[in-house]
T-cell receptor
Framework: DAGVIQSPRHEVTEMGQEVTLRCKPI?????LFWYRQTMMRGLELLIY????????DSGMPEDRFSAKMPNASFSTLKIQPSEPRDSAVYFC???????????FGPGTRLTVT | DQQVKQNSPSLSVQEGRISILNCDYT??????FLWYKKYPAEGPTFLIS?????DKNEDGRFTVFLNKSAKHLSLHIVPSQPGDSAVYFC???????????FGAGTILRVKS
């Protein structure tokens, strides 16, 4: 079984550019989560969806961040414009039932110069 | 407002001995608890969980203990192996369709 798939694995971009991170959850999972991990703040939940509907986006740091889930098998996290402080590892995770174990993707390491 | 706390940033244990990782929580609504393991350059991997109706759950070398009155849980790894060296995250949720809240993580180093 394929796990959670994220692309790209690494992204280097210049400040001001738009960045789009992609995620394919495990088939059959109804909930999808976007996290950011940094040394300073650890693992932060940015936003999560249940049945493709955004439930809680209170962790999204600024209006520069947006996330969509157009269907059950695909989600994007977009940063526009990107800033150096957005540099982090971004994880996508999915779960079969909200509140139970989540399965994480390998992450996207974003570097904004 | 840290609802899930892992107060030990790191732990070093000799191979073959027991590793004990601790986690405290403040939200009395939490009733489902999980441990995740994370290797560098990989996503966190689900390890073991426990519901609040239990006080112990065991899976091979891994056992999680829950003390609801103290709002404390621990993960025991026996015997510890070098491959267990990783960052361990504690997480909790209030079931009824709620999100997981993660602790800051504890780095475990198992020395051979």
């Amino acid at each position: 079984d394929a796990g959670v798939i994220q692309s790209p694995r690494h992204e280097v971009t210049e400040m001001g550019q738009e960045v789009t991170l992609r995620c394919k959850p495990i088939s059959g999972h109804n909930s999808l989560f976007w996290y950011r991990q940094t040394m300073m703040r650890g693992l932060e939940l940015l936003i999560y969806f249940n049945n493709n509907v955004p439930i809680d986006d209170s962790g999204m740091p600024e209006d520069r961040f947006s996330a969509k889930m157009p269907n059950a098998s695909f989600s994007t996290l977009k940063i526009q414009p990107s800033e150096p402080r957005d540099s982090a590892v971004y994880f996508c995770a999915s779960s079969f039932v909200l509140g139970y174990e989540q399965y994480f993707g390998p992450g996207t390491r974003l570097t904004v110069t | 407002d840290q609802q899930v706390k892992q107060n030990s940033p790191s732990l070093s244990v000799q191979e073959g001995r027991i590793s004990i990782l601790n986690c405290d929580y403040t939200n009395s609504m939490f009733d489902y608890f999980l441990w995740y393991k994370k290797y560098p350059a990989e996503g966190p991997t689900f390890l073991i969980s426990i519901s609040s109706i239990k006080d112990k759950n065991e899976d091979g070398r891994f056992t999680v203990f829950l003390n609801k009155s103290a709002k404390h849980l621990s993960l025991h790894i026996v015997p510890s192996q070098p491959g267990d060296s990783a960052v361990y995250f504690c997480a909790a949720s209030a079931i009824k369709g709620n999100k997981l809240v993660f602790g800051a993580g504890t780095i475990l180093r198992v020395k051979s």
